[in-house]
């Protein structure tokens, strides 16, 4: 599970990981092993990087929508916006 999840914490796996998920139109796994890792290793780095962690959260989920879109996966993207307007409805809350 997390071990499975960390890619035993060499720094190749994770990214092969996340990659794989990108690539796949796995976003939800995607984002799972991001928070995973930013909440057992990047959160330990202090406030001044979150900006920095913040910046790459943003373009994962932009490299996902665009390589969704370069693949002609319709039902990602709208998948991806559906999700999204429902973050931004439940925030208004």
Do not use: P
Request: with cysteine; charged share 30%; glycine share 4%.
């Amino acid at each position: 599970a997390s071990s499975d999840r960390a890619c035993e914490f060499q720094v190749d796996k994770v990214v092969e990981a996340l990659l794989k998920h990108l690539t796949s139109h796995e976003y939800e796994r995607m984002m799972s092993l991001w928070l995973f890792l930013t909440d057992n290793f990047v959160s330990k780095l202090g406030h001044a990087s979150s900006g920095a962690v913040e910046h790459i959260e943003v373009s994962l989920e932009r490299f996902y929508l665009i390589n969704a879109i370069q693949n002609g996966r319709r039902d990602k993207v709208l998948e991806f916006f559906e999700m999204h307007t429902n973050k931004v409805r439940g925030s208004r809350e």
